[in-house]
Structures are given as C-alpha cells and as structure tokens.
Antibody, heavy 124, light 113 residues
Framework: QVQLVESGGGLVKPGGSLRLSCAASGFTFSDYFMTWIRQAPGKGLEWVSY????????YYADSVKGRFTISRDNGKNSLYLQMNSLRAEDTAVYYC?????????????????WGQGTLVTVSS | DIVMTQSPDSLAVSLGERATISCKSSQSVLYSSNNNNYLAWYQQKPGQPPKLLIYWASTRESGVPDRFSGSGSGTDFTLTISSLQAEDVAVYYCQQYYSTPLTFGGGTKVEIK
C-alpha cells in the first residue's frame, strides 16, 4: 500500500534552516508529481510547493518563494523540502502528498495520498 | 490566485440527516476544452492528515462511501453527505487545481447535533 513518511521537523530559531524528507513506498515514485502542504496549528491547509515527476519543474507559494527549495531523488524514492530563513509564520505541520501521475500531468493535481506530517516550530 | 470560500464554517447535523457544504471559487475552475471542473474535496479527522474524497468535482475516490457526493460547476460547488454517520465528524476542505497556486477553502467543521 502507498506510504508516505515525513521526517526532519523540529524546533528551530527564526532565521534558521531545516530539511524535511518524505520517504515514499508502495508505488512507482518516479511516475508521480509530489507536493508539500502545510497546516498551521488550528488552521486550514496551505499549499507550499510541488515538483514534477522528473524533478525538472517546480512551483512555490509566494509565501515561501526564495526561501524554500523542493527536490526529489527518484533513486531513493524520496522527496525533500529545504527550508531557509525560517519565520514564526512557517510554524506548521508539513505534509507530503502524492499528486498527479506523469501521464496526467498538472491536470490531475488532486492529492490522493498524504503522509502523517512532521511538525516544524519556529521560535526563539 | 483563485480564492476558495466555504460555507458554513461549521454545522451540526443529526445522525442520519443530510449535511451540505458549499464551496465557491473566485473564478471558474471549469476547463472548457475538456469540460472538467478542477475541484477536489477532502475530509480531515482530528489528529489525522486529510483524506481525498472527491475529484473532478463529482468523481468519488475509490473506497469512499456513496453517501458522499459532489456537485456543481464553474464557480459553485457542493459536497453532500446524504445520511450523516458518527464517523463523518471531521473538517471538510475544497481545493482547486485549475491553476497554481493550488488553493484550499477555509474548511467546514461537521458535528453531530
């Protein structure tokens, strides 16, 4: 079965950095676009970034553009989010989610599977 | 950016009764070339990640009970739970995938009356 397991969250000071990882299994990772979504405590869902199946195309929310970098290693079935210059407002649970299959491309960008999430807390 | 607005923020429904959630987009998410509405619905129970219920506005994800249905087109959409069960207590979100940034509605909390 499809499994997505995030790791790398924790407490970091404002201005600091963290790298989140998402280990995927149960499907052909290289066939799917992947997405990071976050949810601040007690709040709704916010799309952060997504990456094409090959890794050549990436998109970012304006709130993280220039600070966050999404990447993937298809050989390791892993998705990453490098987060720099972190701010208090980046505090959230970060979920990785499986998005569209390559065959469908950006047309099918619903999020069919989600990990359990990893909590990032930015505080001094 | 496409703004997604859900209503109500919360609703309480008796067991076995119908629950109806509205989602409106600030611009149409209907792609005329394929006549598909680029809209999905998710269910999030406390302490859990969201779960996909519906995509293309009305296509039920595999394994989702048929008491969940989606309808609407263009800018106005509805998620209906035809006969509310105790396990349906959750927050429900709509999401458009017509354009980036992908955007979500603010969520609707469904409780038992």
């Amino acid at each position: 079965q499809v499994q997505l397991v995030e790791s790398g969250g924790g407490l970091v000071k404002p201005g600091g950095s963290l790298r989140l990882s998402c280990a995927a299994s149960g499907f052909t990772f290289s066939d799917y676009f992947m997405t990071w979504i976050r949810q601040a405590p007690g709040k709704g869902l916010e799309w952060v970034s997504y990456i094409s199946s090959s890794g050549t195309t990436t998109y970012y929310a304006d709130s993280v553009k220039g600070r966050f970098t999404i990447s993937r290693d298809n050989g390791k079935n892993s998705l990453y989010l490098q987060m720099n210059s972190l701010r208090a407002e980046d505090t959230a649970v970060y979920y990785c989610a499986r998005s569209a299959p390559t065959s469908c491309g950006g047309d099918c960008s619903w999020l069919s599977y989600w990990g359990q999430g990893t909590l990032v807390t930015v505080s001094s | 950016d496409i703004v997604m607005t859900q209503s109500p923020d919360s609703l309480a429904v008796s067991l076995g009764e119908r629950a109806t959630i509205s989602c409106k987009s600030s611009q149409s998410v209907l792609y005329s070339s394929n006549n598909n509405n680029y809209l999905a619905w998710y269910q999030q129970k406390p302490g859990q990640p969201p779960k996909l219920l519906i995509y293309w506005a009305s296509t039920r994800e595999s394994g989702v009970p048929d008491r969940f249905s989606g309808s609407g087109s263009g800018t106005d959409f509805t998620l209906t739970i035809s006969s509310l069960q105790a396990e349906d207590v959750a927050v429900y979100y709509c999401q458009q995938y017509y354009s980036t940034p992908l955007t979500f509605g603010g969520g609707t909390k469904v409780e038992i009356k």
